[in-house]
């Protein structure tokens, strides 16, 4: 067996096959946009056993306070493959000795046999689209469909954005919402870059929901690898009493399913975690299934002490 740092769009392709299972996170327009955009520095490792990749791993690094954090996929996508939990424990391992990040996070479909992880669950609410248009929306909590046709009939509409203008327009108002909700967002230059990765890998549609000329709501979702997802996302307070955001959320599934996409991936949750509640609640009203795999940390005692020190 030997380590290689690259890969073919083909081996990953025949990894997924024999562990069963694919991966957006993993997909080469993360790292096209992070390397472009210069938001972090792409890295991938694997094991190769006669031509054949048993196990693979990509992540993006990044440098912040003298703390070197690696982060190995998402709650929306794996960012290691194997073909077994024994040959992935042993990637594990050699990313740690190899990188050294100070902290290093990694998405997986399970546990891995590894003491020098600590696990723990991690969730997302996948939309299964292979159903009619119909049948997606009859799997709609009551009040969800009800709020849906009531947005609609007091005149909110949603498309995709098409010129610059707009997109900054819509950019501008996911970027107010996690200010005033408190989430990190990542800088205007790697939110472009993704939306411009994923055109070309696949899909990126900015869905926004307006009344007349005033903007309510913005979904952007992204797909590759058979898997659509919810990236970014915000509206305005008139938006959330109109509740545009389901109008948006609507068009962006009637598109993620016009391009062949099987599955609308909600995003992170928690069904246990009194933060997540609020969001929890509404990414359950879609009707979808609760998908959980796993997320394990390595820390080094620097990382642990710094980032405590970090602020929020």
């Known amino acids: 067996m030997t380590w290689t740092e690259s890969w073919q769009s083909r081996d990953l392709a025949a990894l997924e096959e024999m562990a069963t299972l694919r991966s957006f996170a ?15 520095t792409p890295l991938r490792l694997a094991l190769e056993e006669r031509g054949s990749l048993r196990a693979a791993a990509m992540g993006l690094r990044r440098v912040r306070m003298g703390v070197s954090k690696v982060v190995c996929g998402s709650n929306g996508g794996v960012g290691i493959l194997a073909v077994d939990p024994p040959t992935g424990a042993r990637l594990l391992e050699e ?36 159903r009619s248009l119909d049948q997606v929306q009859a799997r709609f909590d009551k009040s969800t469909r009800k709020s849906l046709a009531r947005a609609t009939r007091r005149g909110v509409t949603a498309e995709s954005v098409v010129s610059s203008a707009d997109r900054d327009r819509a950019f501008a108002q996911v970027r107010q919402t996690a200010s005033s909700k408190g989430f990190v967002l990542p800088a ?44 970014k996302g915000g509206g305005s307070s008139a938006g959330y009493r109109l509740n545009a955001s389901l109008v948006a959320h609507w068009r962006a599934i009637e598109i993620v399913k016009e391009r062949g996409y099987e599955t609308y991936d909600l995003g992170g949750t928690h069904p246990h975690d009194p933060a997540y509640a609020s969001i929890h609640r509404f990414k359950s009203s879609f009707g979808g299934t609760l998908v959980q795999s796993s997320v394990g940390v390595r820390s080094s005692s620097v990382g642990r002490a710094l980032l405590r020190l970090r602020p929020t």
């Open 26 to 40: 993993m997909d080469a327009a993360w790292a096209d946009a992070a390397s472009s955009s210069k938001y972090a």
């Open 95 to 130: 990313i740690q000795r190899r990188w050294r990040p100070s902290v290093l996070q990694v998405f997986a479909n399970e546990a891995l046999p590894t003491r020098s992880f600590s696990w723990e669950p991690s969730f997302t609410i996948h939309l299964d689209l292979r």
């Open 188 to 231: 205007r230059g790697y939110l472009d870059a993704i939306h411009t990765a994923f055109q070309k890998a696949g899909l990126s549609e900015i869905v926004a929901a307006k009344k007349g000329d005033e903007l309510l709501a913005v979904v952007h979702v992204i797909g590759a690898r058979g898997l659509a997802s919810w990236w």
